[in-house]
C-alpha cells in the first residue's frame, strides 16, 4: 500500500494541472479548445483564474477539483502498491479531469480517453504480468466496452462513456470478475441515485440529459476499494 497521505500529496500537486485542462477541454462538441490569453494559462490554483490575465476561467467552482483530486489520491494510495501505483495515478488523474468535463458539457472528448486507453494498457502489465490476469484484464476491457456501446444504442448513454469503459474495465480485471460486476453495478446505482436528487431538487427535468462519466468512474472506484 503506498497510503491515503502519499495518495493525498499527489493529488494535491496534480490539481492546478488537472483544474487547467479540465477548463480547457469543457468546451462543447466541435468547438476548438478553450485558449487563454497569451500572457498566461488557465487553472492557477485554487481560484482557477488565469496565471497571466486574472481573469475567471469558465470551469469548476475554486477548490472543486482540488478536493476531488485529494480524495481520489487518497483513495487509490489504499489500494495501490509499488506495481499498481503508476497504472492507478494514470487512470485516477485522468478520472478527474474527464469527470469535471462530462459534468460540465456532456461529452468525455476522444482527446482524453484514447490516450488514457494507450497507457492503461503500457502500465498494466507493471500491475500484474501474469497472462491470466492480463488475459482476463483484455476480456474484462471488451467486455465494457461491448457493453456501453450497446447500451449507448438504447438509453441515453454517450460513445464517450464506451470509449471510456474499457480502461476501467482493464483495471477492475486485474481484481476478478466480481470487481468488473461490481463497478457496473455501483455505476448504475450511482447514476440512478444522482439523477434521483437532481430530479427531486428540480436542478434536473425528466428529459434532460445527465452526464455518465462520474458515476462510471466512481462506481469503478468504489469497487476497486472493495475488491483491494
Do not use: N
Not at 53 to 77: I, K, Q, S
Not at 133 to 150: K, N, P
Not at 172 to 181: D, E, H, K, N, S
Amino acid at each position: 500500500m503506498i497510503g491515503p497521505w502519499a495518495g493525498a500529496l499527489l493529488g494535491l500537486a496534480a490539481a492546478p494541472l488537472l483544474r487547467a485542462v479540465a477548463v480547457r477541454h469543457a468546451v462543447p462538441y466541435g468547438e476548438p479548445l478553450r485558449q487563454c490569453c497569451p500572457a498566461g494559462r488557465w487553472g492557477r490554483w485554487p481560484t482557477g483564474r488565469c496565471a497571466g490575465c486574472g481573469e475567471a476561467a469558465a470551469g469548476p467552482r475554486p477548490g472543486a477539483v482540488e478536493a476531488v483530486a485529494v480524495a481520489v489520491g487518497a483513495a487509490l494510495g489504499t489500494a495501490a502498491d509499488a506495481g499498481s501505483a503508476p497504472l492507478f495515478c494514470w487512470v485516477g488523474l485522468f478520472g478527474v479531469v474527464l469527470g469535471f468535463v462530462d459534468a460540465a458539457v456532456l461529452r468525455l472528448p476522444d482527446a482524453l480517453t484514447l490516450p488514457l486507453f494507450a497507457g492503461t494498457a503500457v502500465l498494466l502489465p507493471l500491475a500484474d504480468h501474469r497472462p491470466a490476469v492480463l488475459l482476463r484484464c483484455l476480456l474484462a476491457a471488451a467486455a465494457l466496452g461491448l457493453l456501453y456501446g450497446g447500451l449507448a444504442l438504447l438509453l441515453p448513454i454517450g460513445l464517450g462513456d464506451a470509449k471510456l469503459a474499457p480502461s476501467l474495465g482493464a483495471v477492475l480485471g486485474l481484481y476478478g470478475w466480481g470487481a468488473v460486476a461490481g463497478g457496473v453495478f455501483a455505476a448504475f446505482l450511482l447514476g440512478g441515485v444522482w439523477g434521483a436528487v437532481l430530479l427531486l431538487t428540480r436542478r434536473a427535468g425528466r428529459g434532460d440529459a445527465l452526464p455518465f462519466g462520474p458515476p462510471l468512474l466512481a462506481g469503478a472506484l468504489l469497487a476497486v476499494l472493495a475488491a483491494a
